[in-house]
Every structure is written in C-alpha cells, then in structure tokens.
C-alpha cells in the first residue's frame, strides 16, 4: 500500500526536478522579454508621441532608453520642428518583442503597428524595428540602432 512511490523515488525526484526547471525557464523567459519590452514601448512612445514636437523634445523624451551609439544615433544636429504640416501624435499597437542573447547583449527585433490619426483616416502601418539592447544597472537599453521599417503589402 502505498508502496509504488517509496519504490522508485528516484524517478519521482527527476519529475519534479524537470517541471520546476520548466517552470523556472518559462518565468525567467517572460521576464527575459518583458523588460526589454517596457524599454521598447517607452522608446517608440518617445519617438512618435513626444511632449515638444521638435527634435530635441523627441530626442529628450528617447533618451532614458538609450545607451552607447544609440545616443549619438539619435542625436539631432539642431533643433527644428517635427512636421512642417502640423504634428500628428501617433499611436503605438501590437508591440511585439523577439530578443536573442549575443555575448553580453541582446539583439532585439519588435514589431509593431503605428496608428496615424491625421485627418481621421486612422490609417496603420506595420512596423520593425532592429537593434542591440544593453543591461545597464537593472535597465535595458537601446546600445545600437540598426533599422526601423515599414513593411510593405503586409496586412495586420
């Protein structure tokens, strides 16, 4: 009675060793993208949804997210006005984050839809974005910025 797991306890030790492993990878797994992903987030909403719609007041409201290159990457020479037509604030939806180690770095690529309100047409574009995020203290941070795209004929 009872016999079966005083038996082979060796057996039910390696079980549960392996689930809490697998539950460990897919906790740390979930904050291993969601931080970068906060990070994201606050960078597109600084670059498409900035306080002062000129290029310092973008530039400022980005910078908290940027480290290394990226700060001279995004650096405007002068300061000047967004659009000439009027500033439009967009919106960020969909943000998705795919993020792969590489040495001490990680190379991240986000897609995401930018929603452009000006004149009610509500119109969406999808979007990628690529670059190189850096562990600084416990922040993440853009540390090099590779490309920021619109797909074309991709429907979301």
Same mark, same amino acid.
């Given at each position: 009675?009872?016999?079966?797991?005083?038996?082979?306890?060796?057996?039910?030790?390696?079980?549960?060793?392996?689930?809490?492993?697998?539950?460990?990878?897919?906790?740390?797994?979930?904050?291993?993208?969601?931080?970068?992903?906060?990070?994201?987030?606050?960078?597109?909403?600084?670059?498409?949804?900035?306080?002062?719609?000129?290029?310092?007041?973008?530039?400022?409201?980005?910078?908290?997210?940027?480290?290394?290159?990226?700060?001279?990457?995004?650096?405007?020479?002068?300061?000047?006005?967004?659009?000439?037509?009027?500033?439009?604030?967009? +919106?960020?939806?969909?943000?998705?984050?795919? =993020?792969?180690?590489?040495?001490? $770095? %990680?190379? !991240?690529? /986000?897609?995401?839809?930018?929603?452009?309100?000006?004149?009610?047409?509500?119109?969406? +574009?999808?979007?990628?974005?690529?670059?190189? =995020?850096?562990?600084?203290?416990? $922040? %993440?941070? !853009?540390? /090099?910025?590779?490309?920021?795209?619109?797909?074309?004929?991709?429907?979301?």
């Amino acid at each position: 009675i009872g016999g079966d797991t005083v038996k082979h306890p060796f057996r039910h030790f390696l079980i549960n060793t392996v689930i809490g492993i697998a539950i460990a990878t897919f906790s740390l797994s979930a904050l291993y993208v969601y931080a970068p992903k906060a990070m994201m987030n606050g960078l597109l909403q600084g670059m498409y949804s900035p306080k002062t719609a000129t290029t310092m007041g973008q530039y400022e409201a980005m910078k908290p997210y940027l480290t290394g290159e990226a700060i001279q990457t995004f650096m405007p020479d002068r300061d000047t006005p967004i659009s000439a037509n009027g500033f439009q604030e967009s +919106t960020i939806n969909d943000l998705r984050i795919f =993020v792969t180690p590489q040495g001490d $770095d %990680y190379l !991240l690529m /986000a897609r995401y839809e930018l929603g452009n309100n000006k004149s009610n047409t509500n119109k969406k +574009t999808t979007m990628v974005f690529q670059g190189t =995020v850096r562990k600084v203290s416990n $922040d %993440y941070k !853009l540390a /090099a910025f590779d490309s920021n795209r619109a797909l074309s004929g991709v429907t979301p």
